[in-house]
């Protein structure tokens, strides 16, 4: 039988694997709920720096962004290819961006 398009010549489609189920929502949503917990018992604990405080909360921002892109927007499914290039350029765009202002303005 011949292909064309996803589609068989008998007329049935063919069809991906079916849909992850709630099952990574759930994981997502746990790794959220602890990212924010790590966050909260780092600001509520005296006993840590301020910069340490800012930098360990910035780090877990980031891995926030991650979880989120990867689980919630499902950038970690395939098809997703020019989000992907447009994520990463306007990533370079911001980190160029800052570099410039940064020199910019303390030198």
Known sequence: MEQTN?????????????HEGPK???????ISLVLTLLA???VANPN????????FIVILAMVQV?????Y???????????ARVGLIFGFVV???????????TWW
């Open 6 to 18: 996803g589609q068989q010549q008998s007329g049935k489609i063919k069809r991906g694997p079916a």
């Open 66 to 70: 991650i979880v989120q892109l990867a």
């Open 94 to 104: 911001f980190l160029t961006a800052l570099v410039t202002v940064t020199y910019w």
């Open 24 to 30: 990574n929502h759930f994981i997502a949503f746990a």
């Open 40 to 42: 909260f018992v780092a």
């Open 72 to 82: 919630w927007m499902h950038m970690k499914d395939r098809g997703h290819g020019y």
């Open 48 to 55: 840590l720096s301020a910069m340490f405080k800012i930098w």
